[in-house]
DNA sequence: AATTTTATCAACCTAAAGATTTAGATAATT
DNA sequence: AATTATCTAAATCTTTAGGTTGATAAAATT
């Protein structure tokens, strides 16, 4: 999708800040050949802007208060056009470098940071490189491997309980999991609905509940993976 | 937790090939003043030797095919220990170092780059950073993003249905997400059961299901977030 | 060969869940 | 003042869900 030759880098600058917006346009006419397409205070005028002129990049202002910015990065995204946004932010808050970076930012530079890096940030994200600072990718990690390890920390200790079940319980387990019924279980898998009820109590047992519904929060709550034979589900109406 | 000063950085090799591991372990001889406290071919014994040994750095190899590698990783992980994963790998495919990353690998090295990026590695991770170069950084988000798309494309265009619930419902909600039946929640809520009945009906008209089950695996697939009035649920028995 | 595990099913029962109708009391809106 | 939304509740009913007992048969284990 890139730059073809000789065409300039089309950018978008969006800042609640006016000042710092001039700062923006300044630097980048004298340190770079880009083509400042635009430039708002406002997301939401900011995210009509991207509509109507489809920028390469889109330089986005992000506030630690006020989450405008996340809002309309997300927005952005969903109009699914071939630009790219890269983050200017005062804030190197691990959680915010996150939320942008799964939100589908390619860039994230600090104010703070030399004017040369936001130039390098545009230039790499425009050749389809993902730009992060060694310090901002650190903070990123800190947050993304401790998210990760609070998602497997509950599936250790006890997930054994999933494993006692058998192959047939973990099918009649796997439909239980997308809230089919008895009679449509034992449509499906062609048994009995007697039999169906046996496996089912038989499960509940072996994973220490009582109902249907604890049943399936402690599946999808330990990882439960469905087994092999499963014909697809399309209705599940009672 | 890092180096006292003076103190060499204690480094554990773990690589299936023991071509490698003489390599690697001169390559450190020679071009830094770690201290390799032991090697190994083995992923298990490597485990055991981590610890024994509680190595600053764990220089981890990892082959594609068998995924002994990143069981090793999780493995050392759940040891809970200082010890930094350091991944020497030979591929550079966007789901392999994303797993690494996500079991908590703080570093990520092609063979084929530079011996000195090795160093600059151990040097960076034992410092508490995170180390991963421009390319794989790329290919790390470009399966991070993409995996965060996924799971906010599915709460998108439906999502409506959990917005059109009252507070009231929404409380009702949140306890069915926790497998509380019909006379607990009563209680819970000082209401009569009917009540209860009243406003799951309510509940799953709205959300367009006609059972508890689905109504929860609705909230739970579509990013439901409790309100505010919550005491406190401790046990879940009918 | 004997035992245990797994999968199957019947028949019966209780308890819980879900559906429906009607209605009183506030609170918010028009 | 009138309407609508919300929360509350009773009464009644049908339908699932869940529990229990007992039994057959093949497969895997010991």
Chains 1, 2 share one sequence.
Not at 37 to 53: D, E, F, H, P, Q
Not at 57 to 69: A, Q, S
Request: hydrophobic share 40%; net charge neutral.
């Amino acid at each position: 999708m890139m730059r073809e030759y000789g065409k300039k880098l089309r950018i978008l600058l969006i800042d609640d800040n006016a000042n710092h917006l001039r700062g923006i346009k300044e630097l980048i006419n004298l340190e770079s050949d880009y083509n400042v397409v635009g430039s708002t205070t406002s997301a939401n005028l900011g995210i009509n802007l991207v509509k109507r002129y489809q920028p390469d990049i889109v330089l986005m202002d992000i506030n630690m208060p006020e989450k405008d910015g996340l809002q309309a990065i997300q927005a952005i995204q969903k109009l699914e056009l071939n630009t790219r946004i890269v983050v200017l932010s005062g804030y190197d808050d691990a959680d915010l470098i996150y939320r942008a970076m799964k939100l589908g930012a390619k860039g994230y530079v600090l104010k703070t940071m030399a004017s040369s890096k936001l130039i390098d940030a545009i230039e790499h994200v425009a050749q389809g490189k993902i730009f992060l600072p060694a310090i901002l990718s650190t903070r990123f990690f800190e947050h993304f491997q401790s998210v990760s390890r609070q998602e497997t920390a509950s599936k250790d200790g006890e997930e054994n309980l999933l494993n006692s079940l058998t192959s047939r319980e973990n099918e009649v387990l796997d439909l239980l999991t997308q809230g089919v019924n008895y009679k449509s279980i034992a449509q499906k898998l062609i048994i009995s609905e007697t039999t169906v009820k046996t496996h089912v109590n038989n499960i509940f047992q072996k994973l220490q509940v009582n109902d249907r519904t604890n049943a399936v929060l402690y599946a999808l709550t330990h990882g439960f993976k469905p087994s092999k034979t499963n014909a697809k589900v399309e209705a599940t109406a009672a």
